[in-house]
């Protein structure tokens, strides 16, 4: 995954050097330019094409919310000390990708930086077209507990598919069940119902004699 390329908007210029020290301390990330009004953030936004802009709201000569109406294929991160409802409310409705309410620390930035981060890393990693479950995990829509077999639960079928995926390799049955600390018989059913949800594949391994071995490699 290629490095993200920061814009900072901020009217106060030691803010602004301050968000971007906060950028810089986030691995993947680097701010490409920082400025200090609607006009030049536009005007940054289509010269160096940022992946994303943290975005204030009072700005001298207009509204952060119209700069976010007036930006285009780039996401926008708001940070600002407004709070009332109908300007988070309307940041959400001009796709606004997140808001953090100033003053906020290093750790809080970092977290939406992350998270953010690992937004476009899945959306990479779906490919060409998207299955309801990416979807559902994209937009943080979770519907994993309606749509469980009967006995399966939300919680040892989330940590048998991150066992799955932090492997890097298949697995069989056995093998996820000793890394996840279950039994065997119930790790092969969280196997199955992952490949059955088409995140996870059944991959027979042949042997000299016998039945093939099922073994199970992540799709994400």
């Avoid at 490095?3 to 020290?21: K, N, P, Q, T, Y």
């Avoid at 986030?26 to 160096?48: K, Q, T």
């Amino acid at each position: 995954m290629s490095e993200v390329r920061v814009l900072v908007v901020d009217d106060d210029f030691m803010v602004a050097r301050i968000h971007s020290g906060y950028v810089a301390r986030v691995p993947g990330f680097r701010v490409v330019a920082s400025a200090h009004n609607g006009e030049d953030a536009l005007a940054a936004a289509a010269e160096l094409r940022p992946d994303l802009v943290l975005l204030d709201i009072y700005l001298p000569d207009m509204s952060g919310l119209e700069v976010l109406k007036a930006l285009h294929d780039v996401d926008v991160l708001m940070i600002s000390a407004a709070r009332d409802v109908p300007t988070v409310r309307e940041a959400m409705r001009g796709g606004a990708v997140g808001y953090l309410i100033k003053p906020f620390t290093a750790i809080a930035l970092a977290d939406r930086l992350k998270q953010y981060a690992d937004t476009r890393k899945q959306l990479t990693a779906i490919g060409p077209e998207a299955r309801q479950d990416d979807v559902d995990r994209l937009f943080g829509t979770h519907t994993a507990a309606a749509s469980l077999p009967k006995g399966l639960s939300p919680a040892t079928c989330a940590l048998v598919a991150e066992t799955l995926r932090e492997a890097g390799r298949d697995l069989s049955a056995s093998e996820t069940a000793e890394l996840a600390g279950l039994s065997r018989v119930s790790a092969r059913r969280y196997l199955e119902y992952l490949c059955v949800a088409g995140r996870a594949e059944l991959r027979p391994r042949y042997g000299t004699a016998g039945r093939p071995e099922h073994r199970y490699q992540w799709l994400g």
